[in-house]
């Protein structure tokens, strides 16, 4: 009999906020897939795991994934568990459980924490329905004709955008959408957590003047 893919939700920044079953998951199982090992080993020591780990980022995604499938079919059991959230969101997890699918090895939620859900929740924004886009595009054009696909959506809309990329996404989203009110969030569950719910000619002048620290979800 094979082993099993257990997708194991982690903290998004709190380390307290897993759940016991993930925790007892992480212990049983024969190695861990980690998007980053030095980062997953914090939460490990945390709660005394002493589990494998091994590497599973996206610049290794087809390696590791033919290593995996290996380990899973020889009867072992693996957790795979990104930096922080929900596995297969915004990272190359699905390709590992699109081939576990295709082999018939077991996968199995163990559902937790998620940046996305998270920011959501307390946005203020609709929450009936909603389109999720992760990171768009670091080509301006392109992130603009993106922008302006999801203007037409009429949904509330999720993306996510690193610190150094900001500025930029803010300036786009003012050309396509114009001075609308939206929230920018980050650092969500830790000690600096902050959220801003203004307009994004107010959010501009604040972040060219604040350096953008951490990840940023924004919720248009």
Known sequence: MPGTLYIVATPIGNLSDITLRAIDTLKSVSLIAAEDTRHTKILLDRYDIKTSTTSYFEYNKIQKSDYLLRVLKE??????????????ISDPGYKIIRLCIENGIPVVPIPGASGLVTALTISGKPTDRFVFEGFLSNKSM???????????????????ESPHRLIKLLEDILAIY?????????????????????????????????????EFIIII
């Open 75 to 88: 009867g072992k059991d693996v957790a795979l568990v990104s930096d922080a959230g929900t596995p297969g």
């Open 142 to 160: 392109r992130r603009k004709n993106q922008l302006k696909k999801l203007k037409a959506e009429g949904r509330t809309t999720v993306l996510y």
């Open 178 to 214: 114009g001075d609308i009110e939206l929230v920018a969030t980050r650092e969500l569950t830790k000690k600096f957590e902050e959220v801003k719910r203004e307009k994004v000619s107010i959010l501009l002048a604040h972040f060219k003047s604040n350096k953008p620290r951490g």
